[in-house]
């Protein structure tokens, strides 16, 4: 069983338009993020849930939508989309939003803006 | 505010040989360290971590690093490369600078294994 999946796997769309990623992890973790790695491997989280509450809002455009509808899922929206918008999106999650715990990270989901 | 440096950004090693990936780090506080594994088109894999427990912690696949807290530096090693070990590695300092936990990604060293 995958610890924390992703779908789509890759997503091609063009300027402007909308579009969601899904998470889900089995893992029974309270604690789940959304990453974006960019062309040069660079990693930066962009938010966090804690018992579907957000914990981690850092400087995001705000055509970027988190939604946490239980524990085990955390959904990302992005509104309007740019080309800048092009990278991996990475989930993760975690036991608890303590700074000693692990990350488990999905397979990364591949958006690629026209 | 804190930081991790990853001191190379490449490194090169022939089978069999040692392999060292260097951290160092920046933080305030006793921080929580680890380090990732991203191979090509994957998701990342923790290979270890550091929690204020033992300074010298043993991983997966081989790995282990030292923490020196006199020299801010979680540096990962290998006694001997393995093929499937090339992959791009992340050096992650986390701690609570304002109560919330995030952690901080290095730039990453790829790792280049040689026949």
């Known amino acids: 069983d995958t610890a924390v999946s992703q779908t789509p796997k890759y997503l091609v769309t063009q300027m402007g338009n909308d579009k969601s990623i899904k998470c889900e992890q089995n893992l029974g973790h309270d604690t789940m993020y959304w990453y974006k790695q960019d062309s040069k491997k660079f990693l930066k989280i962009m938010f966090s849930?804690?018992?579907?509450?957000?914990?981690i809002n850092e400087t995001v455009p705000n055509r970027f939508s988190p939604k946490s509808p239980d524990k085990a899922h955390l959904n990302l929206h992005i509104n309007s989309l740019e080309l800048g918008d092009s990278a991996v999106y990475f989930c993760a999650s975690s036991q608890s939003a303590g700074s000693s715990y692990e990350q488990y990270f999905g397979p990364g989901t591949r958006l690629t803006v026209t | 505010a804190q930081s991790v440096t990853q001191l190379d950004s490449h490194v090169s090693v022939s089978e069999g040989t040692p392999v060292l990936l260097r951290c160092n780090y920046s933080?305030?506080?006793?921080?929580?360290l680890f380090w990732y594994v991203q191979h090509p088109n994957k998701g990342l894999q923790l290979l270890l971590k550091?929690?204020?427990?033992?300074?010298l912690v043993k991983g997966i696949n081989g790995f282990e690093a030292e923490f020196k807290k006199s020299e801010t530096s979680f540096h990962l090693t290998k006694p001997s490369a393995h093929m499937s070990d090339a992959a791009e590695y992340f050096c992650?300092?986390?701690?609570?600078?304002?109560?919330?936990?995030?952690?901080?990604f290095g730039t990453g060293t790829r790792l280049k294994v040689l026949a």
């Open positions: 992650v300092v986390s701690d609570p600078p304002s109560g919330t936990y995030k952690y901080i």
């Open positions: 849930y804690n018992n579907k509450e957000l914990i």
């Open positions: 933080s305030s506080y006793s921080p929580s």
């Open positions: 550091y929690t204020s427990a033992a300074t």
